[in-house]
Each structure stands twice: as structure tokens, then as C-alpha cells.
């Protein structure tokens, strides 16, 4: 199970720092990931991070102000969220599945549950 955190709301240019727990003893062997779903819109996806945290990919909507780090040793995944816009209202999921190339796209085995983020003045 994936358990999501952190989520509230915030003024535009502020930040927020997002974190998924996770439950059971295989965390190391999931490709994590964080997607959002904004009202009205498809869930698109934010960020991954490798089985070590070695690599990190971003969407291009996000390149420069959110960085995507885990720690194995308490089986936790963050999403520090700086520069924050009002378009980057959603509703916050963390994602784990066992393919660095599929997940961007979506092809996800365990879905957490959301955490709402609220960019606004």
C-alpha cells in the first residue's frame, strides 16, 4: 500500500514537500513515481525516481522547480515542490511498478491514495 502526505494549501511561488510511504518489504524493487490529476483534466504523469534513487526523470512542466528523491531505508518517495503555480492544482498520487519505462506512461502496478495540493491566493 501506498499512503500520500503533505498536501494543503499554498500561495503561488510557495512550496510544498509531497511524501508516499510504503507498506511491505520489497520497496527497493518498485520504480517510483508521483502523477497528478487536475479537475477536469487526465491524470498526466510529474516525476520518477530509479529502484536507488540513482536516476530521476520529470515532466518538462515541472523541470526546475520539483525534485523527486526516496529514501529505501523508511520506504518513502518525496516530491519537493518549489515555485509553485496555480496550474499545478491536483489531486497528487504516488505510483510503483517494476519498469523504469513504462511508468511515465502510466502503466503502473500499485496506485497510493491522493493528496490535494492547492495553489492560490
Known amino acids: 500500500q501506498l499512503q500520500a502526505s503533505g498536501g494543503g494549501l499554498v500561495q503561488p511561488g510557495g512550496s510544498l514537500r509531497l511524501s508516499c510511504a510504503a507498506s511491505?518489504?520489497?520497496?527497493?524493487?518498485?520504480?517510483m513515481g508521483w502523477f497528478r490529476q487536475a479537475p477536469g483534466k487526465e491524470r498526466e504523469f510529474v516525476a520518477a525516481?530509479?529502484?536507488?534513487?540513482?536516476?530521476?526523470y520529470r515532466a518538462d512542466s515541472v523541470k526546475g522547480r520539483f525534485t523527486i528523491s526516496r529514501d529505501n531505508a523508511k520506504n518513502t518517495v518525496y516530491l519537493q515542490m518549489n515555485s509553485l503555480k496555480p496550474e499545478d492544482t491536483a489531486v497528487y498520487y504516488c505510483?510503483?511498478?517494476?519498469?523504469?519505462?513504462?511508468?511515465?506512461?502510466?502503466?503502473?502496478?500499485?496506485w497510493g491514495w491522493g493528496t490535494l495540493v492547492t495553489v492560490s491566493s
Open positions: 505510483a510503483a511498478d517494476r519498469d523504469w519505462a513504462t511508468l511515465p506512461n502510466g502503466h503502473v502496478e500499485v
Open positions: 525516481v530509479s529502484w536507488l534513487g540513482r536516476s530521476t
Open positions: 511491505g518489504r520489497t520497496f527497493g524493487s518498485y520504480v
